[in-house]
């Protein structure tokens, strides 16, 4: 049995965000004895652990290289364990690579989830864009795993305070001051990686109709007033994401944030609606974790209807969103 160390960085009240909860939940389904390790500015305990490390204090409030990538390295040593598991967070993802370099051990991105097989421990993830699923193990050690939000549930048994033993990180350097943090000016937050339903819209929504006119401003209600109703994740395609930078008539709440597709996002939904977008391989290549895929398209040979979608509408969308609104609303 392998001593297994979860890896978190707490939130700034001390709790652990859901991915870390993912990240405990697939931990302790390894099975070894557990070890947590967290990092933050106030870390609290958590139960059910044979051993709680703790880094604390300012400096590790934020996301900074040095910091991170010391604590992180500080925790692994301590802890000695052989496995470390931790939420494939951007903050994670930036310095654990670099902790297992200095540790001389090796890390895995992007896992999908984690199992014993044959007696191993044993990661599965991604290749090619989401084209081929592989299942690896290694006997290098220490082995970092860092797990991709939304992969397996979180755990959800109740968090009992345990003593927190904290670990000395040497002093590093530190180059990089957070003045403070700058969100996309998208006026209104339509990116929900938790909604069951994942709406995409296309460039349809912005070209000429089949009056000869476009419908931007409609397009927009339309999109906005669905998206209040129902709550649902907005996804874009490219070309219309794009269509912003070339001073287009645009939707106004789209940004590159949006973009699902090779370039852009994989995001995980139960279900997914796509409209006025034509589904070529590099947009649908970004649904792979969409477990139902429909779409609204006027046109019969759009790439959805070769096998992409499991429903296509041939219809106009203006006119399905109209009804379906209507529908919520009623
Ligand atoms: C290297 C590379 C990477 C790429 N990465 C991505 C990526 O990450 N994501 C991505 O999205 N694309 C990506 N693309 C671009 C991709 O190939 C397509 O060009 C893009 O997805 C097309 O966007 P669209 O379907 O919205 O627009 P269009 O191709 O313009 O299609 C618009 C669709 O709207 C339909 N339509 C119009 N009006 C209506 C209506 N009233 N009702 C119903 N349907 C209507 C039309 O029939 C048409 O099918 C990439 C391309 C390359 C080469």
Request: charged residues 20%; positive net charge.
């Amino acid at each position: 049995m392998e001593t297994v160390l979860l890896l978190a960085h707490t939130e700034a009240d001390g709790s652990l965000a859901k991915p870390a909860l993912e990240a405990l939940a697939a931990a302790k389904s390894l099975g070894g004895e557990l070890h947590v390790g967290l990092v933050g500015e106030k870390v609290r305990g958590l139960g059910g652990a044979a051993r709680v490390l703790g880094v604390a204090g300012a400096a590790f409030a934020q996301s900074r290289y040095s910091t991170d990538a010391a604590a992180a390295e500080a925790l692994c040593r301590a802890s000695g364990a052989s496995i470390v598991i931790a939420p494939g967070t951007s903050r994670w993802s930036r310095a654990l690579p670099g902790v297992a370099f200095r540790l001389g051990g090796r890390v895995d991105a992007h896992a999908t989830s984690l199992a014993i097989e044959n007696g191993a421990p044993a990661v599965t993830r991604w290749f090619y864009r989401q084209r081929m699923e592989a299942v690896l193990t290694r006997s290098q050690r220490p082995w970092i795993v860092l797990l991709d939000p939304g992969c397996v549930p979180a755990w959800s048994g109740e968090l009992v305070d345990a003593t927190v033993e904290t670990v000395a990180v040497p002093a590093v350097k530190m180059r990089t001051t957070v003045t403070g943090t700058r969100s996309p000016e998208a006026g209104e937050q339509t990116i929900r990686p938790d909604a069951r339903l994942l709406f995409v819209a296309g460039a349809g929504w912005t070209k000429k109709q089949a009056d000869g006119a476009t419908h931007t401003a409609e397009a927009e209600k339309l999109i906005l007033n669905f998206l209040r109703a129902t709550q649902a994740s907005l996804g874009g395609s490219k070309s219309l994401v794009d269509l912003s930078g070339e001073g287009e008539a645009v939707l106004r709440f789209m940004t590159h944030l949006n973009q699902i597709g090779q370039t852009g996002a994989t995001p995980r939904h139960p279900k997914g609606l796509s409209t006025c977008c034509h589904g070529e391989e590099p947009h649908a290549v970004g649904w792979r974790f969409i477990g139902q895929r429909r779409a609204v398209n006027l046109d019969p040979n759009c790439g959805w209807a070769r096998g992409k979608a499991d429903v296509l509408y041939v219809a106009d969308a203006f006119e399905v969103m109209r009804q379906v609104n209507a529908l919520l609303q009623g």
